[in-house]
């Protein structure tokens, strides 16, 4: 069972950054596709970014394009959400997501296609 820790949530003000981390414990991080997700109240879940296993290729959900950069430390288990220009609207709960399946696979942007979560960062932005 693979367990993935969040961190780097909190209060902060439109216009602010966060840089949120995921860290997972498995030796086998480098073949899985890496996911964020957001979960604001009384919303579904929605996609945030996601990243290839070697960090070769990213995606993001459009309104976060150009504001958001998702990486990856292979080396240190971990991938990284960097948040810049935060606005009201992405107060939300971030989860990461990771997708097992290895090396060739799709990288998907549905969270049903992801295999183990963290348990959630809650991030809030004050206008």
């Known amino acids: 069972q693979v367990q993935l820790v969040e961190s780097g949530g909190g209060l902060v003000q439109a216009g602010g950054s966060l840089r949120l981390s995921c860290a997972a414990s498995?030796?086998?991080?480098?073949?899985?596709?890496m996911g964020w997700f957001r979960q604001a109240p009384g919303k579904e879940r929605e996609f945030v970014a996601a990243?290839?296993?070697?960090?070769?290729?990213?995606y993001y959900a459009d309104s976060m394009k150009g504001r958001f950069t998702i990486s990856r430390d292979n080396a240190k288990n971990t991938v990284y959400l960097q948040m810049n220009s935060l606005k009201p609207e992405d107060t939300a709960v971030y989860y990461c997501a990771a997708d097992p399946r290895g090396p060739g696979t799709v990288v998907s942007r549905r969270a049903h296609e992801y295999t183990y979560w963290g348990q959630g960062t809650q991030v809030t932005v004050s206008s």
């Open positions: 990243i290839s296993w070697s960090g070769g290729s990213t």
């Open positions: 498995t030796r086998t991080f480098g073949n899985y596709n």
